[in-house]
């Protein structure tokens, strides 16, 4: 079955850090862009962090910069999300997407390409 899962997620009080896992199964990472998404309770979804795996260009969103690094192991199947200096506004659902194009409808973050069913990240203060 061609999927990702998402793992790492839990709860965490102010200052911590958690990694995230996204593995992907009948399929790899190879010449492809990965990206984590979250979406926050009554938010909409929100872009945190790509990844391309052919030359490892990152980029991203302000809010996380200098706190979350993205990568991936050497395979190809696993993406990574370091989560460090957590704020209790990190709160929410975190997901992972290849070569995808966000669907914004309101809905949890869905769209073009392949997406993981999420992992919940609480950060307490």
């Known amino acids: 079955e061609v999927q990702l899962v998402e793992s790492g997620g839990g709860s965490v009080q102010a200052g911590g850090s958690l990694r995230l896992s996204c593995t992907a199964s009948?399929?790899?990472?190879?010449?492809?862009?990965v990206g984590w998404y979250r979406q926050a309770p009554g938010n909409e979804c929100e872009l945190l962090a790509t990844?391309?795996?052919?030359?490892?260009?990152?980029v991203y969103e302000d809010s996380v910069k200098g706190r979350f690094t993205i990568s991936h192991d050497k395979t190809k199947t696993t993406a990574y999300l370091q989560m460090n200096s957590l704020k209790p506004e990190d709160t929410a659902v975190y997901y992972c997407?290849?070569?995808?194009?966000?669907?914004?409808?309101?809905?949890?973050?869905?769209?073009?390409?392949?997406w993981g069913q999420g992992t919940q990240v609480t950060v307490s203060s």
């Open positions: 990844i391309d795996t052919d030359d490892g260009n990152t």
């Open positions: 009948g399929f790899t990472f190879e010449d492809s862009t």
């Open positions: 997407a290849r070569n995808m194009r966000l669907r914004r409808d309101g809905g949890p973050c869905h769209g073009t390409g392949y």
